[in-house]
């Protein structure tokens, strides 16, 4: 399969929207043909504002255009949280694979649904959490399911951001957008890095949420958060707020019984703080400081997704790692039962 793959783009109104949409644009693989916006203001409002990746592509007036296409072989679901859950659901019934932005919808069911309808078909799903390709967490991870840190027990991740009070127009992107989702910032954000606690330690069997309206004018968002998972042998914490001082020290740390790695920040990255029990490998004892490369957002995972549908490689995650996924995002923000 040498041609480029046709693609196309269903809502405008995710916070990645546009850069996963430049990033589709700047793959030599892939032909965007079109992006569909059910809303007609913010069509326009993206049309007429002449910014970077929305004056390169064709709007289409019916998603029919794309998903009736069978030379079209996959869309990426780009709507806002509140809506990018039926987007998908139409894109998979029409058998396309999907690039799905986080997170999976507050309907827990239905993308289980959706989940085992592409399965059934063979369809690709893939999440857009944007830390699979990540130099440090991919170093990290790989350190901890190898067992070259030992038991792990205890994972902590902090990631935290500023939010601005408003939705800036025609999105929902800020703290009265994360307002009308139960779990506030921690259900926005809390995706990207349980999907790297989870891919070390699996499923919790227990999840405690912490989800406090701290310092926000917009009444009622979760803006201060706090997930605690907890494992036989283990215990991972998350913590996310909508209003940390920029730029943020978002921190990513692993703790086993022959070592431990620190990352701080992790964007954008720049070393992890290895500790070794003893010598190992390339590896000394004590502290090893290491230097990572800064990648940018999505263009390795999405780059992995256009290798997986010619039948390059294998998907990063499992269908059922992306269940596991959003399952403990709901649970943590009280979603589902614990």
Same mark, same amino acid.
């Given at each position: ?7 196309a783009q269903?809502?405008t109104?995710h ?5 996963? %949409? ?10 965007v ?7 007609s ?5 993206v049309? $007429?504002?002449?910014d970077?990746?929305?004056? !390169? ?14 030379t @079209?072989?996959a ?6 949280n *509140?809506?990018?859950l @039926? ?8 058998? !396309?694979? @999907?690039f799905y932005?986080?997170?999976?919808g ?7 649904h959706v @989940?085992?309808?592409?399965?059934r078909?063979? +369809?690709?799903l893939q999440?857009g ?8 967490f ?8 190898? $067992?070259?840190?030992?038991? /792990? ?8 951001t500023?939010?601005?009070e408003?939705?800036p ?6 703290r ?10 921690m ?10 606690v ?6 919790p069997? *227990?999840?405690t #949420?912490f989800l406090?309206h ?8 979760m803006?201060? +958060? ?5 494992y ?5 914490t998350?913590d996310i707020?909508?209003?940390?001082p920029r ?7 692993v703790y086993g019984t022959? $070592?431990?790695? /620190?990352m ?6 720049d +070393?992890?703080?290895?500790? %070794?029990?003893?010598? =190992? ?7 090893n400081?290491i230097k990572?490369?800064?990648?940018p *957002?999505?263009? #390795? ?9 010619? $039948?390059e ?5 499992? %269908?059922?790692?992306?269940?596991l996924? =959003?399952?403990?995002?709901?649970r943590?923000t #009280?979603? %589902?039962? +614990?």
């Amino acid at each position: 399969m040498s041609e480029k793959l046709r693609m196309a783009q269903y809502g405008t109104k995710h916070g990645h929207a546009q850069g996963v %949409l430049q990033v589709m644009l700047n793959h030599p693989g892939v032909e965007v043909v079109g992006v569909y916006e059910p809303d007609s203001a913010r069509q326009k409002q993206v049309e $007429g504002s002449g910014d970077g990746a929305w004056g !390169k592509v064709r709007f289409v007036d019916n998603p029919s255009e794309f998903l009736d296409d069978p030379t @079209v072989v996959a869309v990426s679901s780009e709507g806002s949280n *509140r809506e990018s859950l @039926v987007f998908t659901e139409q894109i998979v019934a029409a058998e !396309k694979h @999907v690039f799905y932005d986080k997170p999976a919808g507050d309907d827990y069911e239905r993308f289980e649904h959706v @989940v085992e309808q592409a399965r059934r078909q063979n +369809t690709l799903l893939q999440m857009g959490y944007m830390f699979r390709k990540h130099d440090g967490f991919e170093r990290i991870t790989a350190w901890a399911r190898s $067992g070259f840190l030992g038991h /792990i027990f205890q994972v902590r991740a902090h990631m935290s951001t500023w939010i601005p009070e408003q939705n800036p127009e025609g999105i929902f992107t800020g703290r009265e957008g994360l307002a009308h989702h139960e779990g506030g910032v921690m259900y926005d954000l809390g995706g990207h890095v349980l999907d790297q606690v989870v891919w070390i330690l699996g499923r919790p069997s *227990r999840v405690t #949420g912490f989800l406090q309206h701290a310092t926000s004018e917009t009444p009622g968002v979760m803006d201060n +958060t706090l997930g605690v998972f907890e494992y036989d042998n283990a215990i991972a914490t998350v913590d996310i707020t909508a209003m940390e001082p920029r730029p943020m020290a978002r921190r990513f740390e692993v703790y086993g019984t022959k $070592g431990s790695a /620190i990352m701080e920040p992790f964007e954008p990255a720049d +070393t992890v703080r290895l500790v %070794l029990e003893n010598d =190992q490998g390339e590896y000394k004892k004590g502290v090893n400081t290491i230097k990572i490369e800064d990648r940018p *957002r999505y263009v #390795g995972t999405f780059a992995e997704f256009v290798r997986n549908i010619r $039948g390059e490689s294998e998907p990063l995650r499992s %269908l059922d790692h992306e269940l596991l996924v =959003q399952e403990t995002l709901m649970r943590v923000t #009280g979603g %589902l039962d +614990t």
